[in-house]
């Protein structure tokens, strides 16, 4: 991912009143291990590698919003599962790592 970027979703996170504060270091590192995917796969692939991070980019927004949309915030995260999808055999630890977001982020009750 760009470094400007993931800045921008840091400091959106930081922001956030819907995330914990015990949770966002944990959101951090999901984000640096998603953003080490990305860098991966944009070696074999830029344009499929851009739409994972602009999903990610979507769904940090959505979740970091004062007042979450429900429905939008749904389809962020829903296109960035989609995103990762085909690379279930070629790139296992991005898909993993999308699952381990989306996990994160349903179990902190966004």
Same mark, same amino acid.
């Given at each position: 991912?760009? =470094? !400007? $970027? @993931?800045?921008?979703? /840091? $400091?959106?996170?930081?922001?956030?009143?819907?995330?914990?504060? /015990? %949770? %966002?270091?944990?959101?951090?590192?999901? @984000?640096?291990?998603?953003?080490?995917?990305?860098?991966?796969?944009?070696?074999?692939?830029?344009? %499929? &590698?851009?739409?994972? =991070?602009?999903? $990610?980019? #979507? &769904?940090?927004?959505?979740? #970091? !919003?004062?007042?979450?949309?429900?429905?939008?915030? !749904?389809? #962020? @995260?829903? *296109?960035? +599962?989609?995103?990762?999808?085909?690379?279930?055999?070629?790139?296992? !630890? @991005?898909?993993?790592?999308?699952? +381990?977001?989306? $996990?994160?982020?349903? %179990?902190? *009750?966004?």
């Amino acid at each position: 991912m760009l =470094k !400007r $970027t @993931l800045d921008q979703i /840091e $400091t959106k996170i930081k922001d956030s009143p819907n995330i914990p504060e /015990e %949770k %966002k270091k944990e959101y951090f590192d999901l @984000l640096q291990e998603l953003n080490a995917e990305i860098n991966e796969l944009n070696k074999s692939d830029h344009e %499929k &590698a851009v739409n994972v =991070k602009e999903f $990610t980019k #979507a &769904a940090a927004y959505e979740s #970091a !919003r004062e007042e979450i949309n429900p429905k939008l915030f !749904r389809n #962020a @995260l829903d *296109g960035l +599962s989609a995103s990762v999808q085909e690379f279930e055999v070629s790139h296992p !630890r @991005l898909v993993q790592t999308v699952n +381990s977001i989306c $996990t994160f982020l349903s %179990k902190i *009750g966004i």
